[in-house]
């Protein structure tokens, strides 16, 4: 481990705080170290694995593809593209049928954003307080923290205007004929898990089409079942204009794609917008065996029931222990609130010890975004460890 340690401090650029915890080897829910101890995972390689470790679907995908062509770039028709983008628009919100493959979460905003512009002709962002939408320059422009944009202002475009989250009133004074877009993550991930109000995005829309400006939904973190349908915006039943995507698409394989409405994708002409490794051979034989997998295990359904009972067990846990605020989120999407990022970092710490992997976001909120294959006796397990750690506060 110490090796590692120093091996990455040499030759791998610094820009994680990582655990002092080199993971080799996964199998469902569970995780082992390079020192063979294990770990039950409610990361999920933060919100990506949601079929859990080497699931055998979606490991026979991607070596039966490998064997048989990876990549020929986008000079040429992709048969996997294609198939991918239809079984996508039988579980994307009505009206976005048309998909644009690329590589992360970043860049499916990237291209949800220049699509907007685009479209619209118009060259103005309005995003949220507490968002999160990607590292380029442009979503890293439209992202709240102060700290992951400021050593950039001389290159991030200034054309985003930020309105407090869940607030119609302001998104009302902001939104005008100048906004091309409106970027909004459905529940507010890295920001702390925070859920709005039932008509928050429905209101959204209304303030965007009267304004004749595009309401994006960022379903990065919330996106394919992960909040118990395969949409979070699917909730309040808004029907977003462009759509995001990545994490669990490709079950653990990166892959990120912007979907839209047909009219407002065809704004997009060859040579509008491209990437090499998008939507190729092997992710899209990933991202389709995921999807085919969870819908097999009716695997969105189980995450709210799971979600459910989750939410139970720590709203239990916080009657108990003083130090949990707030349990928040929806089907395996969870946060719970704790006094100080002191306590929030010495818990993510203590679990760690007892081999849970949990992650803390936003300073105080511990982040539970497991695989949604994770079962009730799992979620026990980890509450029992918590009850024993928050007594020792
Ligand atoms: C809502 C949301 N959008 C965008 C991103 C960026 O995704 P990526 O890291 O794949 O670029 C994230 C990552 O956490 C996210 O949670």
Known sequence: MKNIIEMDKRYVAQTYKRKPLALVKGKGMVVEDIKGKKYLDFVG??????????????????????????????????????????????????GIEKFFFCNSGAEANEAA???????????????????????TALTVGATWKAAYHKPYHAIIPEVV??????????????????????????????????????????????????????????????????????????????????????????????????????????????????????????????????????????????????????MKRLNELAEKHEQIKEVRGKGLLIGAEVSSKKIADEIVEKAMKKGFLINATNDTVLRFVPPLIVENQHIDKLVTALDQILKEF
Not at 63 to 77: F, G, P, R, V, W
Not at 275 to 293: Q, R
């Open 45 to 94: 390689g933060i919100a990506v694995c949601v079929l859990g470790h080497s699931h055998p679907a979606l490991v026979k995908a991607i070596s039966d593809q490998a064997n048989k062509i990876m990549h020929t770039s986008n000079l040429y028709y992709i048969n996997k593209q294609v198939e991918l983008a239809q079984i996508l628009s039988t579980i994307t919100p009505a």
């Open 113 to 135: 954003l220049k699509l907007a512009v685009k479209h619209t002709k118009r060259a103005r962002i309005v995003a949220m307080m507490g968002s999160f939408h990607g590292r």
């Open 161 to 310: 205007d930020f309105i407090p989250y869940d607030n119609l009133d302001a998104a009302e004074s902001a939104v005008n004929g100048e906004t091309a877009v409106v970027i909004v993550e459905p529940i507010q991930g890295e920001g702390g898990v925070k859920v709005p109000s039932d008509d928050y995005l429905p209101g959204l829309k209304k303030i965007c089409e009267k304004n004749g400006a595009l309401l994006v939904c960022d379903e990065v973190q919330t996106g394919i079942g992960r909040t118990g349908k395969w949409f979070a915006s699917e909730h309040s039943g808004v029907k977003p204009d462009i759509l995001t995507m990545a994490k669990a698409l490709g079950g653990g394989f990166p892959i990120g794609c912007m979907g839209a409405k047909t009219e407002i994708m065809k704004s997009f002409a060859p040579g509008d917008h491209a990437s090499t490794f998008g939507g190729n051979f092997l992710a899209c034989a990933a991202a389709e065996a995921t999807i085919k997998a969870m819908k097999k295990s009716k695997l969105p359904q189980a995450a709210a029931k799971k979600g459910e009972y989750f």
